[in-house]
T-cell receptor, first 114, second 114 residues
Framework: GESVGLHLPTLSVQEGDNSIINCAYS??????FIWYKQESGKGPQFIID?????DKRQGQRVTVLLNKTVKHLSLQIAATQPGDSAVYFC?????????????FGKGTHLIIQP | EPEVTQTPSHQVTQMGQEVILRCVPI?????FYWYRQILGQKVEFLVS????????KSEIFDDQFSVERPDGSNFTLKIRSTKLEDSAMYFC????????????FGDGTRLSIL
């Protein structure tokens, strides 16, 4: 389950392995979803997005899966590298309301073991 | 690659003082946002700005906060009378011609209230 405050969920994987980071979103009206990567001392960095009319989207080494029935989002990273170590956030929004802000999840700390 | 830039990177201010955080969004973007992140916690939406006016704001964005686009390139967040609990990282973000496009973040300003 997710944690609050300083205690982020942590996922530790071996370099070269695949990793899957999961996210449960809250608003059934949300129709646009983004995964961000945040390294220490930096702002969130865009990885990949998906709209609600899709259930899968692939990028370079990353795949996002969307299950609207259970309000679940996942990020798969293939062949992880040391540079993938970071905190990963999912974010959701309803795009029909104008310039709405993103609602972020609490984050997962991905650690790549050499 | 174009990026969002924020200044200063770190601002230390006495409680009760006014502070202005500055951002230069990506040049052809039309939607601008401010978020904050308290240490170790998730990123929280403050306000969005489009067509020279506030589009949406969260409960956090009370009367102590204001935003301005004083010229064609800058976007500022002002906190009128800072409180201890305003200590956080403040991130500026921008997105392109439509609101449901990826929001790109700057590396933030760390605000420390003494």
């Amino acid at each position: 389950g997710e944690s609050v405050g300083l205690h982020l969920p942590t996922l530790s994987v071996q370099e070269g392995d695949n990793s899957i980071i999961n996210c449960a979103y809250s608003n059934s009206a949300s129709d646009y979803f983004i995964w961000y990567k945040q390294e220490s001392g930096k702002g969130p960095q865009f990885i990949i997005d998906i709209r609600s009319n899709m259930d899968k989207r692939q990028g370079q080494r990353v795949t996002v899966l969307l299950n609207k029935t259970v309000k679940h989002l996942s990020l798969q990273i293939a062949a992880t590298q040391p540079g993938d170590s970071a905190v990963y956030f999912c974010a959701e929004m309803y795009s029909g309301g104008g310039a709405d802000g993103l609602t972020f999840g609490k984050g997962t700390h991905l650690i790549i073991q050499p | 690659e174009p990026e969002v830039t924020q200044t200063p990177s770190h601002q230390v201010t006495q409680m009760g003082q006014e502070v202005i955080l500055r951002c230069v969004p990506i040049s052809n973007h039309l939607y601008f946002y401010w978020y904050r992140q308290i240490l170790g916690q998730k990123v929280e939406f403050l306000v969005s700005f489009y067509n020279n006016e506030i589009s949406e704001k969260s409960e956090i964005f009370d009367d102590q906060f204001s935003v301005e686009r004083p010229d064609g390139s800058n976007f500022t967040l002002k906190i009128r009378s800072t409180k201890l609990e305003d200590s956080a990282m403040y991130f500026c973000a921008s997105s392109g011609r439509f609101s449901n496009q990826p929001q790109h973040f700057g590396d933030g300003t760390r605000l420390s209230i003494l």
